[in-house]
Nanobody, 118 residues
Framework: QVQLVESGGGLVQAGGSLTLSCAAS????????MGWYRQVSGKQRELVAR???????NYADSVKGRFTISRDNAKNTVTLQMNSLKPEDTAVYYC????????????WGKGTLVTVSS
């Protein structure tokens, strides 16, 4: 019933910037957490950033100071602004929706590839 569609991935040089967007098929104003995760082949998927319904944010140590997450509840979207990109940021980025209605339920997008060249 829930669809998350990511966009904005692509190829960028080290030091450059990209903006990832995620559009949800449902209203997200009351959704507890919206976030971004990333995964490299052969490695565990990891949290990049997330934002609560109250605006509280969490970032992975590796991206603090470089990435900014935001949500627009009116448009049902979540955005990840990525600056000062490094080759280590290369990964498939996934949008995540976490709801705490009656129990914790997670929904995922299909992912968008970000490639940072050195």
């Amino acid at each position: 019933q829930v669809q998350l569609v990511e966009s904005g991935g692509g190829l960028v040089q080290a030091g450059g910037s990209l903006t990832l967007s995620c559009a949800a098929s449902i209203r997200i104003f009351s959704i507890n957490f919206m976030g971004w995760y990333r995964q490299v082949s052969g490695k565990q998927r990891e949290l990049v950033a997330r934002i609560s319904n109250g605006g509280r944010t969490n970032y992975a140590d590796s991206v603090k100071g470089r990435f900014t997450i935001s949500r627009d509840n009116a448009k049902n979207t979540v955005t990840l602004q990525m600056n000062s990109l490094k080759p280590e940021d290369t990964a498939v980025y996934y949008c995540n929706l976490e709801s705490w209605s009656t129990q914790t339920i997670n929904y995922w997008g299909k992912g968008t590839l970000v490639t940072v060249s050195s």
